[in-house]
């Protein structure tokens, strides 16, 4: 029988119990090798970030983590059951379970925003007509879309598609939410607005949340802890939380990321290309 959760409010993050696990993942493309021996763990209830230089592997991580692709070794444990081993209805069980933010929304442009969420509901439940339309209701209020449900998504800027892609995230009370990139593509004020629902609904909710970004300004808001993968080992290079990354790493790297600097080996190309001027 599967465990009950931790009660809201009853467990700390730093000290829950792991709810994924990733375990000496190898993972790539043909023979291009993306990420060498990763290993992870999750708390549940955490505010967990993936930091890194384009082309690291965030989003060949998260994708591994949600099962949307399996890794050439290593596995990926969420809540006690291996997903890289599951069947096809083990593994539609668990992803019943989590809900995903892609960095576009993925959202049907030809149904209504109350459409879009109640989608889900009608796939995964057998709830009555006007059930779903109050639960739909309630999930827009939970990200200040309320009397948004009849607007197509055409009709919404850009902040509002991202919160009602998290409404859709959270329709099925998931436990674990993965987001990649939430704040692409926003402005600045926008962007904030959204860091402060993001971590709102944690703190609320209690939902476990994995989170791939390279915007500073969120990572700082968000992260209860971070981890940065590096492009050039295919590794886990530093794991902590955000100003503690910031302020005393000593990896050039971390710290050149953490403090938006130059990269140690863009610096030595400079100096060698004045030498050579």
Do not use: W
């Not at 009555?128 to 197509?152: A, C, Q, W, Y």
């Not at 859709?168 to 962007?191: K, N, Q």
């Amino acid at each position: 029988m599967e465990a009950s959760p931790a009660p809201l409010g009853s467990v700390h993050p730093a000290t829950a119990p792991p709810i994924i696990r990733v375990e000496h993942l190898v993972a790539g493309y043909g023979d291009n090798t993306i990420l060498d021996d990763v290993s992870l763990e999750v708390r549940r209830g955490e505010r967990f970030v993936i930091v890194g230089g384009s082309g690291c592997g965030k989003t060949t991580l998260l994708r591994h983590m949600i099962g949307l692709q399996q890794p050439n070794a290593g596995r990926v444990v969420i809540d006690g059951e291996d997903i890289t081993r599951a069947d096809e209805d083990q593994l539609r069980r668990v992803q019943r379970r989590i809900g995903v933010l892609f960095q576009s929304g993925a959202l049907f442009g030809s149904l209504t925003l109350g459409e879009n969420i109640a989608l889900l509901l009608e796939e995964y439940t057998d709830l009555p007509s006007e059930t779903v339309e109050l639960l739909v209701r309630i999930k827009l209020n939970m990200v200040k879309l309320g009397g948004f449900e009849d607007f197509m998504i055409s009709e919404l800027s850009g902040g509002m598609k991202k919160r009602a892609a998290l409404a859709r995230a959270v329709a099925l009370d998931a436990s674990i939410l993965f987001f990649d990139e939430p704040s692409a593509g926003l402005d600045p004020v926008t962007s904030a607005e959204l860091d402060e629902l993001i971590v709102q609904m944690n703190r609320s909710l209690g939902t476990t949340m994995v989170v791939v970004s390279h915007d500073l300004s969120s990572i700082f808001t968000i992260a209860d802890r971070v981890i940065m993968l590096d492009g050039e080992s295919k590794r886990i290079i530093a794991e902590g939380k955000a100003q503690e990354l910031r302020d005393r790493s000593a990896d050039p790297r971390v710290h050149a990321f953490f403090n938006r600097e130059p990269s140690p080996g863009f610096r030595r190309r400079m100096d060698n290309g004045h030498r050579s001027a």
